[in-house]
């Protein structure tokens, strides 16, 4: 395809996607298969991915961060995703939700104890919001954390945490008490090793197979009274700027999926003869690629378009959710079409496309719905009417 993004990208981009690529070709392609088969997380790749300074990417260089923007963790997620989405999600995970609340909201000396660590992947950062009665409807947050004599005692259960299993820190949500009184929502975080949390079993998954999602409990667990990033009653306001920061990572994902499809559409449809030609010859299969190389072009724009907004300290709450909405569903568009331009080899393994369909799906559920997403566009889209 035309490479008409250049307008977004500076040289240092263009490099990282180059680097990117190749890694992702070379090092986590030859993999996929077995970790999406096995349900394996992928370690090894993980390490290797830290090596290269990827675990980091926008964060600050001061705390051992890449120092690069949004756009280029745009660029390393995608690169990733279009050869292994659970690999790409852990990365995706660690840094725009484990990672990303202590580089916003952390004190410097919450930053100076978390960040390097987790900015070089020796340490993997989880986000737990969602809760059994609380995942669109996140306010309703259940778990609560009384403080008393200098710490927080907490109890309650997140679930679908993203790397919770493997990692060192966890950020959550819980309804902080003191003196008896309600003070709202705020954002704590929990060392691994910490008395009181415990990890459920993996979940067995659709897709996302290699990446570890599983809930977490707190049961009567104490925590120093400072482990609170900000002020008791911003919690919830901080995981809403991260979960909209978020969208725009989980957008790259939806781009790399989406390329995927395609450029395994594309491949077969001008390998596979029937009726004596390529199937590329037949005008409703060639009508199908042209559809889905117009849509990834626009997804494109979407996505680049919000991390240069991101990049440059705009507002971007409409943009992350246009481009969260748009790509995640594209991702199922083309992964469908995908699979109906291979026929019956669409639904075998070793093809690859039902391994996108299946990781594609969760992209319009997690870190908002379609339809929250939607919420969001028209509040903001009729919140301009109203002068
Ligand atoms: C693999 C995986 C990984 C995840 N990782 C994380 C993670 O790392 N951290 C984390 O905190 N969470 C995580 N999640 C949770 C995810 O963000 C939630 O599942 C998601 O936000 C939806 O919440 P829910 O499942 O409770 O669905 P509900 O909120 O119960 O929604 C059910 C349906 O009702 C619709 N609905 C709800 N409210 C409205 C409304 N007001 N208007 C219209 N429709 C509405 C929804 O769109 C949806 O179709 C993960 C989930 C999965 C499956």
Redesign the pocket.
Known sequence: MVDSHNIYFNEEHLLLRKMVREFSNEELKPLAQDIDKNSTFPKESIKKIADLGLMGIPWSEEYGGGGMDNLSLVIAIEEMAKVCVSTAVTVM?HTS?GSGPFALFGSDKQKEKYLPKLSDGTMIG?????EPN?????GNTQTTAVLKDGKFIVNGQ???????GVAGVIIFTSKIVEDGEDKGIGALYVDANTKGLRFGEP?K?MG?KG?D?RSVYFDNMEIPAEHILGKPDTGFKQFLKTLTGGRISISALGLGICEAGYQAALKYANERDAFGRKIGDFQSIAFKLADMATQIEAAKHLVYHAAYLKDNGQDIIKEAAMAKLFTSELAMNITTEAIQIHGGYGYIREYNVERFFRDAK?LE????????QR?IISREILKSLSY
Not at 365 to 372: C, H, K, Q, Y
């Open positions: 995970a939700l989880a986000f737990g919001l969602t609380a995942g669109s409807d996140a997140k679930v679908f945490c993203t790397n919770a979940e998954k996302w990446s999602t969760i559920i997690g870190e908002g719905t379609s339809e929250v919420i």
